[in-house]
C-alpha cells in the first residue's frame, strides 16, 4: 500500500551534532519492495556555522514485517550529493495502518568521493497508509 511518512532525529558529523527532520511517502508491495521520494532540512545544533540544508532524495529497498507485527527495511536514500543507505527496525500498530520504526544503522557516500563512511545517526517516525 500507500504510505505518507514523517521522521526526526540527530546525527552526528566531524564531531558536530545536527538535528535532522524529513517527511515523504512511500509505496510496500506484496513482494517486499520499497519505492518512494523524501525530503529532509539539517541543521547543526552545537557550534559555530550553523546553517539550514535541505536537499530531496529518490527512496528504493526492501522491508518485511512478521505474523507478530514487527520487522525490518532496508532503504537506500540517493540525490545529486550523496547516497545513504540506512537499516530500520519497524513495528505495525495493529490494524491501524500505521508503521512506527527507528534506524539501526546507516552508511553515506558522497556524490564526489569514493569512500563511505558510518553515519552516526539515531532517528524516529511514522508512518501512515493512505492507499
Known amino acids: 500500500g500507500s504510505y505518507v511518512f514523517r521522521f526526526s532525529g540527530f546525527t552526528m558529523a566531524n564531531d558536530t551534532p ?5 517527511l515523504g511517502q512511500f509505496v510496500l ?4 519492495n520499497l519505492t518512494g521520494t523524501q525530503t529532509s532540512s ?4 552545537a557550534g ?7 536537499a530531496a532524495y529518490v527512496l528504493t529497498g526492501t522491508w518485511t514485517i512478521g505474523a507478530d507485527g514487527t520487522g525490518t ?7 545529486k550529493q550523496q547516497t545513504m543507505t540506512g ?3 519497524l513495528v505495525a500498530v495493529g490494524d491501524t495502518g500505521r508503521i512506527w520504526m527507528i534506524s539501526t544503522g546507516a552508511t ?7 569512500s563511505t563512511y558510518l553515519a552516526d545517526e539515531v532517528n524516529h517516525g511514522e508512518a501512515i497508509k493512505v492507499g
Open 18 to 22: 545536527y538535528y535532522l527532520v524529513g
Open 108 to 114: 553515506v557516500q558522497e556524490a564526489n568521493r569514493l
Open 42 to 45: 539539517i541543521t547543526q545544533i
Open 73 to 79: 527495511a532496508k532503504i537506500t536514500f540517493s540525490s
Open 29 to 32: 508491495d506484496a513482494s517486499g
Open 87 to 89: 537499516t530500520f527496525d
Open 48 to 54: 559555530q556555522g550553523a546553517s539550514l540544508s535541505h
